[in-house]
């Protein structure tokens, strides 16, 4: 069953618009019968018992002993990836952490903090409608007016998560994008792809965008991040995309609105109608068993049969930004991806000053060349008296070894964190001071 990031669970009215639930999700039982939709990457790992006790569950699958290197060499070995200076606080064990991959980095320097499996190609879902933003959102101004034909919302898959757009209809691309980042809807997806030359057309685009941003772990295959045989990215890539999104306002605008009121159709007497509708991120606006996250401004959830819950945000407190990316959660409790996002993220802003950064988030191919080929020039980094968390508990099977990036007589290689390039620290504008509800 394919339940979409709009629709995974109840939607809190207090203090906000009225809002509509735009088209509840609980569709699709195919996918999960169909062996040509669920990735390869997901049925590693099967194991059964003596038949005399039964089957058991399959197990969960294991991360690629290999993975790319891009943004650091320890960042391609399986498990955690932390250097804890003294002082340092712990990481959350595995039993908090469950997630099958996880990154948590400074979103304007890039260096990255800590990581789980950061480069394991697992399904998106719809945290891949960041690249689509970054790819499409400078093409149309926001103000543009569109038509929608019947044509435009044509090839969506089943149970997709909908925004509510209708055939014949006018929209603005403002309307567009925030029916995009609030609801996730693969209506306002398809009407853009179709504005920009057809689905076809802004797949490629958008495979072309992962190749200069350095996301050597992304396959596009849908524009939504919809399942589809094949589409993969990674926690890192997702960072990557949601890094070089937060450069452009419109963007940020879009990613951080709370709630917002919708176009609908023409009531009685020919006015256009409007109704509300809010944000899926539920570390932005809340849910019934889950708070706001304080100083988060962004950016994108997801939920699919193959891909469990992603998620991908960024937080400010102070002064100090950060990216958090969780890609399925082996627990799987309602809000699970955010509740370890929300550890994620109190760990890091108490954390970064006092940790060594396994790596960073490398700048695209226009700043520092292919990564996958010269994005990490090996440098010793020179520590003082550095403490690494002790190898953690190895029984979760989905993590790998829950081990550290080893220290070798006082110093560390470090790939690329302290490359040349000016580049490289990306400034960002104040994320949370007076964001305005709309």
């Known amino acids: 069953m394919t339940f979409s990031a709009s629709t995974a669970v109840p939607t809190p009215t207090t203090g906000a618009a009225p809002v509509r639930t735009a088209f509840p999700v609980r569709t699709a039982a195919a996918l999960a019968s ?36 891009v943004g650091g060499k320890g960042l391609g070995a399986p498990g955690v990836q932390v250097r804890l200076k003294a002082g340092a606080p712990k990481l959350p064990g595995p039993d908090q952490l469950t997630a099958r991959s996880w990154i948590v980095a400074d979103a304007e320097s890039g260096k990255v903090l800590a990581a789980k499996n950061p480069h394991w190609r697992l399904a998106p879902a719809s945290t891949l409608k960041m ?51 609030l609801r996730s809807g693969n209506d306002a997806v398809h009407t853009l792809s179709a504005m920009n030359g057809g689905t076809k057309t802004t797949v490629a685009q958008m ?26 990215s990674s926690a890192y890539d997702l960072s990557l995309f949601a890094r070089a999104g937060l450069q452009n306002a419109d963007f940020r605008e879009y990613c951080s609105t709370p709630t917002a009121q919708f176009p609908a159709e023409a009531g009685k007497g020919g006015k256009r109608k409007s109704f509300g509708i809010q944000n899926t991120n539920r570390l932005l606006v809340g849910d019934f068993d889950i708070k706001p996250y304080p100083g988060m401004a962004g950016v994108k959830n997801g939920s699919t049969t193959n891909a469990g819950a992603t998620f991908t945000g960024v937080a400010q407190r102070g002064d100090r930004k950060l990216l958090v990316t969780v890609m399925n959660p082996e627990k799987k409790e309602h809000n699970e991806a955010y509740r370890e996002a929300a550890k994620l993220l109190d760990w890091g802003f108490t954390a970064a000053p006092k940790v060594e950064p396994v790596g960073r988030l490398v700048g695209p191919r226009s ?12 440098k010793n980094v020179k520590g003082g008296q550095d403490h690494t968390q002790a190898a953690l ?36 504008p104040d994320l949370v001071r007076g964001r305005r509800r709309k």
């Open 34 to 69: 169909s062996a040509l939709l669920v990735s390869p990457l997901l049925l590693a790992g099967t194991a059964y018992a003596d038949p005399q006790d039964g089957p058991k569950p399959p197990a969960a699958p294991a991360p690629p002993a290999k993975m790319s290197q």
């Open 131 to 181: 690249l689509f933003a970054d790819t499409l959102i400078p093409k149309f101004h926001k103000d543009q007016n569109y038509k929608v034909k019947p044509a435009d919302l044509a090839g969506m898959g089943e149970g997709s998560s909908l925004v509510g757009i209708k055939e014949n209809l006018t929209y603005s691309v403002h309307d567009l994008w925030l029916g995009v980042f």
């Open 207 to 232: 495979q072309q965008r992962a190749k200069e941003l350095n996301a050597t772990d992304t396959n596009v295959v849908t524009p939504d991040g919809y399942d589809a045989p094949g589409q993969v």
């Open 367 to 378: 700043e520092e060349g292919d990564a996958a080929k010269v994005g990490a020039d090996k």
């Open 393 to 428: 508990d190895s029984s979760n099977g989905s993590g790998g070894a829950w081990t550290a990036v080893a220290l070798m007589g006082g110093a560390v290689v470090l790939l690329g964190i302290l490359a040349a390039g000016v580049h490289r620290h990306w400034p960002l």
